[in-house]
């Protein structure tokens, strides 16, 4: 049975409930905004710092340069680096550690990718049919349908950049996850369920 399961997902669809379910019924300790606690004690980042770009990618040439240069030389040094490979550290380190404590779900953060080598790991993308994203948004956060298309298209947007920057790989392909999972058309209960017969 696997102990350590990640879990990547569209905006509104239901991702989050689906690990706190999973995590109840498997008596896993659940990670999602969790995480950036962690990583803020661990680091001595700034919690509204993390906060600020969780899911999203720091990205341009230059960020892409101080990976390849920057850091290297400052590995020992890590107030000298720039707050984006601070932070990606964090995370990283984070993930990590988090994962070797015991069983747990992960959500986002490319967790997925973090812990790839990781034999104990399965990784799970969730994903919905656009109109019950949108009405499921709408009815968490009491906005329009137009304000929940936004919500949904900005958080997609991001977590997809993010997801390119950390792997260089394409968010919420198939390819990139042991299983991918429709939760418009099974439901959430069933998903759940579904997910943890595929743990066992």
């Known amino acids: 049975m696997k102990k350590i399961i990640t879990i990547g997902r569209e905006f509104g669809s239901g991702g989050h409930e689906i690990g706190e379910r999973l995590s109840k019924r498997l008596n896993y300790t659940l990670y999602d905004r969790e995480i950036i606690d962690e990583a803020a004690k661990k680091s001595g980042i700034n919690v509204k710092e993390l906060q600020r770009y969780d899911e999203k990618a720091m990205n341009s040439l230059l960020y892409s340069l101080v990976l390849g240069n920057y850091y290297k030389r400052s590995e020992n040094s890590p107030l000298e680096q720039p707050v984006a490979i601070r932070i990606e550290q ?7 550690s988090l994962a070797e404590k015991g069983p747990c779900i992960i959500v986002g953060r490319c967790a997925d990718y973090i812990l790839k080598d990781n034999e104990n790991r399965l990784s799970f993308f ?24 936004k919500l949904i298209n900005k958080n997609d947007r991001n977590r997809s950049n993010y997801y390119k920057s950390i792997t260089g790989k394409a968010w919420g392909m198939a390819e990139n996850y042991d299983f991918c999972i429709r939760s418009s058309y099974y439901g959430i209960d069933s998903t759940v369920e579904i997910i943890t017969k595929l743990i066992e």
């Open 126 to 149: 969730i994903t919905a049919d656009e109109k019950k994203r949108v009405a499921r948004i709408k009815d968490k956060y009491g906005v329009t349908e137009a304000e929940a298309v």
């Open 90 to 96: 964090a995370y990283f380190s984070t993930i990590k």
